[in-house]
């Protein structure tokens, strides 16, 4: 349960500063920012499990929190152009 919480609260921190970064207005509600930001971080940890060959999820660090907001500002422009 605890970890769920977990992944809904960071999902929510790399959501919003996906948003804030990107340019232009992005009009989302609080539950498409947190799976916004989950999938930033799906994104960003699939490309860099299969970038360097490791296992998915081996810790948090400080690039994977930039790469994850990168992934999510991915996703926001994927969903515009699409």
Not at 52 to 62: A, D, I, K, L, W
């Amino acid at each position: 349960m605890l970890n769920l919480i977990s992944i809904v609260f960071t999902g929510l921190v790399v959501g919003v500063l996906a948003r804030f970064l990107y340019p232009g207005a992005v009009d989302l509600g609080l539950l498409k920012t947190i799976l916004l930001g989950v999938g930033g971080a799906l994104v960003a940890g699939l490309f860099a499990s299969w970038r360097s060959g490791g296992t998915f999820g081996e810790g948090v660090n400080r690039a994977g929190c930039l790469a994850s907001v990168i992934g999510a500002m991915v996703l926001i422009f994927l969903g515009r152009s699409l």
